[in-house]
Structure formats: structure tokens, C-alpha cells
């Protein structure tokens, strides 16, 4: 037991009684000999009331039922990172089969002209009762239709039930992809017309519709579709400020550079100014900036604040994109490199400009001719044209969602003949499901399919120890504190490393070797925020980090010093199985306590319930019809030690007469808490998932004892010390 500190943590609650002070004011020497004072009759109070050291003694007489197991880090890495780069690799031939099936459907597919009507049928996946269901993930039978969805924008009917009928070849694949893989939760098509086809169909839940909304759900809009649809670029967007484009033009431009920014991701680089005579900035940049979700926001408020005045000076703006875009001594994109033009048009082509800084064409020009006017488009439709762009006219707000997105297929065109070269799966960043499935990254080609991640806490690296992922922008794909404040938030959740944890100069040096892919160690110092927020405590914290293969992203475990162990259970006499049991059952309450169980996945059939006594009625029901060999036996062993052994403490403290205590409470890593007595347990409101739980965790990084105070609205005036035994 030396090698090793066990977290094992009994509580108590104290009633403290408020006190008078006399007429005198306390000196300095008095306060300290108070406290002196107060700390001795704590500490012992605490010693005698939560009996730990018995509960240390109680562990040591049962060394036979248990073994002390050490936590290698690395292979703990390395195995997690395996199984990571197993299944996206799993993943990514599943999009490779449903890619290569797409692009054979179409070549295949006999363009038709003309549709009969007894040939179009429609089904409203909105409001049809057979998907009404909320689907359960963890059933592995679901619904096998699929369901198509459209934006508001769409092409030429001919062209969208044409596209409809070639796509539907692809159910045959996506039914295939999930027999050979049934943890394949979604799989779907998007097309550059909008249409997506969703495999398993399902309810349509677009969490930004309400009934005071449109549903402006488009495929073309989301960031595994962008991030697919075009290789990174490095991009100027240039405004044109002028007195003529003054009013709703201007509002216009507004709106279009907002909408422009939105079809931007991490791996693109950007920047907005504008110009008449002179080029202005709209933001603080000097340069191109990471199109990240901050980034873009600052952009957008500073667009709002460009004011038209004077006249026109394309050489000018021109001169200015081309010179920014040149800038090598800054993080870039290094890949497609582009000038974006909105103005509502003029006179001059800025021929010699164009000459001169775009000869070899390196550069993609696109502009935009904002508003209704009468003005010449010919000079900027050749700037795009003469250029490798596109030219594009937004007369109204309904044209600007469509056209400020069209570019996009114009930068996938080398992609495609490229061919294979260019076939790279590609990973998102973090982002929120329109279908509600949570947070998500996404695999394309250009279809996907998505995994849903399960919270499954390992007991051997303890309540305290955790993985984290990032990609090679530093945001985190898997990490604790993954949390958005907003439900309803539909950017990519572009949190990094160091703002998801308590930053230091260690962490940021440990960030920048896992972008660079490296493999390593740490252990440092850090600050610890407690699981409920309230508190910072101080803890030791090893990293281990290493590169997840076939992959940009690197995985990381961080252990605290007393997870370097653990206990595993060897249970294997019956009757001691029999008799921990037995101190589990609801009708022991009153002789050890009342008891909780931590809901966690002990056996594949037994349902997880909110309700806890429920739980634990059926966690004992089914463990005696089946035995707990039927189950996951580590977990379900180490369960069955902690209740026997704890029930023993509770033995002791039923034994012992105290004055003013209110109650006592053990809680386990193996997943038991018992409160006595039974009468507190019956208003416990602490988590009983023990990995979750604030004062379990935060003991665990403390050797003194932990006063939690009461909270704001709490009716009675009690403060929690919390002990750790040695």
C-alpha cells in the first residue's frame, strides 16, 4: 500500500454553531491562537469521525481480494492513438468506396431532358410520422430509408431530378459500407447543386429553425463541405468604398463580404479592406489573417463600418491585394491565391496593374457587380475573365448567399483533374450536427460520414486523468473541457489547447510539439479548475503525447502522480461476492447507509436510469440472474470490493457516538458512495458518477482537508470537510 496512494476519500458534514465575541477586539496573537485552536479540534474531529484511518486498515486486512496495477503511459497513448488511426481508417475507406461509387453512378448516368409527373414523388422528412422517433445510438437497429434534403437555392428542376435519380444509386453503397461496418453511424452525399442525401434517414432537425425562422439549412454551407470543396487559399477581399456605391449597394457589399467570410475555413487565410483613392484597412490586420471563428467575427464588425466617399481607383486596390498576398514572412495558406472585387462596376480595367503583378496568372481574380445600376460590367468581367475567376452580379440580397458561395466549385476544377492525387481525406475541426448529434468531426472526399464519440471513462487512469486531441491548428478535438456555452452554436467550435486548460509556458512548448507531430513527455506543476468551477487547486500533471498515423491530429493522455496505479479486482470466492452484494440491496439502507452506485455501462443489457435507486434495483437484479461473469468483469469486480469494504466502515461509524456530526459519507473510484445515515442520503444531491463529482476530484489533488463551502441558496448553513486517507 506504500507504493501507491489509494483514492479512497471519506466525508463529513459539521454544524457550526455561530459564536459571540466579547467587548474587546481580538488582537492579532488571539485570532492566530484561535485558529490554532480551531485546526487541532478539526483535525481531530476529522480523525475520529470518518474513521479513515480504519478504512486504510480495512484495505490492508483484504490485500488477498485485490492487486495494485501500474499505468504505463505510453502504451496507453500509443494503444488509444492505434485505435484511433484503426477507425478513421475504417472511416476513410468507406468514403473512398462511396466517392468512387458517385463519380461511376454519374458517368454511368443517361442525362434526361424531360420528366413525366407519375415519375416525381415527394416525402416530406419534416413532418412524416414514421421518423417522428428520436433515434437511440446505442441500438445498433435503425431506420434504413434515407432522407434528401435541398436548400432554397436550387438550379433548374431538370438538373435537380436528374441529379436525384443518379444518386439514388448510391443507397446500395451506403447500405454496404454500414453491414461491413455497423458502428457507421451516418453517411451522406452532398452535391454542389445542394442536394444531400442522409444515410439512415431521420427526423429533419435543424436546431436553427424555429417557428420564426426559415430553414436555411445548405448542404454547400457546412464546414466538412467547404473544407472538401476547394484546396486552402489565401484570399483578399476587396471592397469598393467609392461615393456611387453610397446606400443599399453598400448594404449590399456589407452583407456579401459577411456571407463571402462564411464559406471560409481554419485552413484558408484572409483579409478585408477597402478602397476609393486611397486603400484602407477595415480591421487591425497588416496582413492576411487564420480565417478562424475570431478572426472572421473581427472582420465582419469592421465591415459594417466602411463608408462610400470619392471616386474610384482600381489601380490602386489592386496594387495593395497584390502586394499583401506577396508578404512570405507570415503564416499563409501557401496554396490558392485570390482577389475578391465587390464593386457595382466603373470604366477601368486596371489593365497595366494587372500586367504587371499577375503576368503568370498565379493569382485567381473573382469579382462581384453589387446592386441595380446602369453602369458598365464589362471592364470587371474581364478582370475576372482574363484572370482564371469568375464574374458574378448580386442585384438583390436573395442573389448573395448563392453567389458569394459558386466560387468554390470554380477552385475545385484543378482538384478534379488532378484525380487521385488530389483524393485526400480530410478532417474538420469540432462542430455541432444540424442533425443533432452532437458535437462532431467529419471525414470527406466529398461525402462523409460521422462518428459519434462515447464518454466511456477508463478506470485505470482514474476521475482525474484524461485524452485530449488536437488538430494542426492547436483546436482541441477531444478534450474535457469540449463544452460550448451555446447549444444552439453553429460555427465550428474552434477551441485551443491552451485556452480549453490553465496555460503556462510548458503547455505552450507541449502544444507546438504535438503540431509538429512529435512524440513526447512532460511533467509539470499546474493549475487545476475544479469540476463545478468554483475552485483552482495546485497539481502535478504528466503529458504523454504522441501522432495519431494516417492522420494530422496528435492524442494525449495527462495523468496526475496517484494515477500511475490503480486496483484491479480479483474476486473469487463467491461467498465474498455474495456478502459485498448483499450490503448493496435497498432493504440494507438503514444498517450501511444509503447507498449509490456511479452509472456507468457494467453489462451491455442492463439500461442506464437518472434515477439512481432505480438503477441500483436493477444493477442487482440482473447481477443475480446472470452473475457477474455475464458483464464487464473489471468493472463490476472492483464495484463489489469497494461495497464490501466500505460497508465495514460504516460498521465502525455506527459504533461511534459524535456529537454534532450531521453525516458521513464514503465515495469510491469504483464507483460507491454511502451516506449515513440513510435519512441525509435521502436528499443527497452530489453526483454519484464519483469521476464526476467536484469534491471527489478535487480531494484527490489535496493532503489536507477540504472545506467546500455551502452553496448561494443553500437552506442550511453547513460547511463539507472532506478527508483523504494516506
Keep these: 500500500m506504500d507504493t501507491y496512494r489509494a483514492r479512497l476519500w471519506v466525508f463529513l458534514s459539521l454544524l457550526f454553531q455561530h459564536g459571540c465575541l466579547g467587548s474587546q477586539f481580538p488582537t492579532q496573537l488571539m ?28 484495505f490492508r486486512r483484504n490485500q488477498d481480494l485485490y492487486t495494485v496495477e501500474q499505468n504505463d503511459a505510453e502504451e496507453l497513448v500509443a494503444r488509444a492513438a492505434r485505435n484511433i488511426e484503426q477507425l478513421l481508417r475504417k472511416r476513410s475507406a468507406a468514403l473512398e468506396k462511396l466517392a468512387t461509387a458517385a463519380e461511376d453512378f454519374q458517368k454511368e448516368y443517361v442525362w434526361k431532358d424531360e420528366f413525366e409527373d407519375d415519375e416525381i414523388a415527394y416525402y416530406n422528412s419534416k413532418d412524416n410520422p414514421q421518423l417522428s422517433s428520436v433515434v437511440d445510438y446505442r441500438f445498433t437497429t435503425r431506420i434504413v430509408a434515407i432522407v434528401l434534403k435541398f436548400p432554397l437555392s436550387l438550379p433548374s428542376a431538370t438538373i435537380v431530378l436528374n441529379e436525384l435519380n443518379w444518386t439514388e444509386a448510391l443507397e446500395e453503397v451506403f447500405k454496404k459500407n454500414r453491414e461491413e461496418d455497423p458502428t457507421l453511424l451516418w453517411q451522406v452525399f452532398g452535391s454542389a447543386t445542394g442536394l444531400a442525401r442522409y444515410y439512415p434517414a431521420s427526423p429533419w432537425m435543424d436546431a436553427r429553425k424555429t417557428p420564426s425562422k426559415i430553414d436555411l439549412y445548405d448542404v454547400r454551407r457546412r464546414p466538412w463541405y467547404i473544407q472538401g470543396a476547394a484546396s486552402p487559399k489565401d484570399m483578399l477581399i476587396l471592397v469598393d468604398a467609392s461615393g456611387s456605391v453610397s446606400g443599399l449597394t453598400l448594404k449590399l457589399i456589407r452583407t456579401s463580404v459577411s456571407e463571402m467570410l462564411e464559406t471560409l475555413s481554419d485552413d484558408d487565410y484572409v483579409n478585408v479592406v477597402y478602397f476609393n483613392t486611397r486603400v484602407k484597412k477595415t480591421a487591425c490586420f497588416d496582413h492576411l489573417v487564420q480565417a478562424n471563428v475570431r478572426n472572421k467575427k473581427l472582420l465582419k464588425d469592421a465591415v459594417q463600418n466602411i463608408t462610400a466617399k470619392g471616386i474610384t481607383n482600381y489601380t490602386k486596390g489592386f496594387e495593395f491585394a497584390f502586394e499583401q498576398l506577396s508578404v512570405t514572412n507570415v503564416s499563409r495558406a501557401n496554396c490558392n491565391k485570390i482577389i475578391m472585387l465587390f464593386t457595382d462596376g466603373g470604366e477601368e480595367r486596371a489593365q497595366a496593374i494587372l500586367e504587371k503583378y499577375n503576368a503568370d496568372k498565379k493569382v485567381r481574380i473573382f ?8 453602369y458598365d460590367k464589362g471592364p470587371i468581367q474581364w478582370m ?22 459558386e466560387y468554390l466549385d470554380v477552385l475545385g476544377r484543378p482538384m478534379v483533374l488532378a484525380d487521385k492525387q488530389a483524393k485526400q481525406v480530410q478532417w474538420t475541426n469540432v462542430y455541432l450536427d444540424a442533425l443533432e448529434l452532437g458535437l462532431v468531426i467529419t471525414g470527406t472526399l466529398p461525402v462523409f460520414n460521422k462518428t459519434k464519440s462515447k464518454d466511456d471513462r477508463n478506470g485505470e487512469i ?37 485556452d480549453a486548460e490553465l496555460e503556462n509556458d510548458i503547455k505552450v512548448e507541449i502544444r507546438r510539439m504535438m503540431i509538429d507531430g512529435e512524440t513526447g513527455e512532460q511533467t509539470i506543476r499546474t493549475l487545476v479548475k475544479s469540476q463545478d468551477e468554483r475552485y483552482i487547486d495546485r497539481g502535478v500533471r504528466t503529458y504523454t ?13 495527462v495523468l496526475p502522480k496517484y494515477s500511475e496505479h490503480f486496483i484491479q479486482a480479483k474476486l473469487g470466492d463467491d461467498m465474498k461476492q455474495a456478502m459485498s452484494m448483499e450490503t448493496l440491496q435497498l432493504e440494507r439502507f438503514d444498517e450501511y447507509g444509503y447507498t449509490f452506485i456511479s452509472p456507468r455501462e457494467y453489462c451491455k443489457e442492463l439500461k442506464l436510469s437518472l434515477n439512481n435507486t432505480q438503477f441500483l434495483l436493477d444493477f442487482n437484479q440482473y447481477i443475480d440472474r446472470y452473475t457477474p461473469n455475464a458483464c464487464n468483469v473489471s468493472l463490476v469486480s472492483r464495484l463489489i470490493l469497494d461495497a464490501g469494504l466500505t460497508a465495514e466502515l460504516v460498521k465502525v461509524w455506527s459504533e461511534q457516538t459524535m456529537d454534532g456530526i450531521v453525516a458521513r459519507f464514503v465515495a469510491t473510484d469504483g464507483g460507491v458512495t454511502r451516506v449515513y445515515p440513510r435519512s441525509v442520503g435521502e436528499d443527497w444531491i452530489e453526483n454519484p458518477e464519483t469521476y464526476e463529482s467536484s469534491f471527489y476530484k478535487r480531494t484527490l489533488d489535496n493532503d489536507v482537508y477540504i472545506f467546500t463551502a455551502p452553496s448561494f441558496n443553500s437552506p442550511l448553513d453547513l460547511a463539507w470537510i472532506t478527508f483523504s486517507g494516506p
Design 31 to 58: 485570532i492566530k491562537e484561535w485558529v490554532d485552536q480551531m485546526q487541532k479540534e478539526l483535525v481531530t474531529l476529522a480523525d475520529t469521525a470518518t474513521a479513515g484511518r480504519s478504512l486504510t486498515q480495512i
Design 367 to 374: 469579382t462581384f457587380s453589387v446592386g441595380q445600376h446602369n
Design 384 to 405: 475576372a475573365c482574363s484572370n482564371k475567376g469568375y464574374f458574378y452580379e448580386i442585384p438583390s440580397i436573395g442573389a448573395i448567399r448563392i453567389n458569394t458561395q
Design 462 to 498: 482514474g476521475p482525474n486523468g484524461y485524452y485530449f486531441a488536437i488538430d494542426p491548428n492547436g483546436y482541441v478535438l477531444l478534450h474535457p473541457n469540449l463544452q460550448p456555452k451555446n447549444p444552439k452554436f453553429q460555427e465550428p467550435v474552434t477551441l485551443d489547447f491552451l
Design 545 to 557: 503525447w504522441a501522432p495519431v498515423n494516417g492522420t494530422d491530429y496528435s492524442l494525449a493522455l
